[in-house]
Nanobody, 114 residues
Framework: QVQLVESGGGLVQPGGSLRLSCAAS????????MGWYRQAPGKEREMVAR???????TYADFVKGRFTISRDNAKNTVYLQMNSLKPEDTAVYYC????????WGQGTQVTVSS
């Protein structure tokens, strides 16, 4: 079993930045794809960004140019740098590791509001 712990959420004004972190409990972290997803009230969970074991990244169109996903395999940690935040980015952000079973973190709230 893999445990994922997210941190870094909070309240930020439009145009501001936040950096989310997700720490995994096991060293197997480095061989699996990691992803960030988000879920806003009344909406389905959606993919934000993914990073594969070799470092390849993919992004949802609505965050391209604003968000950057990265990983530090030595620290079993994946990051999401979020810049130019908009009110519509408000959601609970979840970390996911794509093992055969798949595991989710508990989520961290991001609120973008003036």
């Amino acid at each position: 079993q893999v445990q994922l712990v997210e941190s870094g959420g909070g309240l930020v004004q439009p145009g501001g930045s936040l950096r989310l972190s997700c720490a995994a409990s096991k060293s197997i972290f480095s061989i699996y794809a990691m992803g960030w997803y988000r879920q806003a009230p009344g909406k389905e969970r959606e993919m934000v960004a993914r990073i594969f074991s070799g470092g390849t990244t993919t992004y949802a169109d609505f965050v391209k140019g604003r968000f950057t996903i990265s990983r530090d395999n030595a620290k079993n940690t994946v990051y999401l740098q979020m810049n130019s935040l908009k009110p519509e980015d408000t959601a609970v952000y979840y970390c996911h590791i794509a093992t055969m079973t798949g595991y989710w973190g508990q989520g961290t709230q991001v609120t973008v509001s003036s």
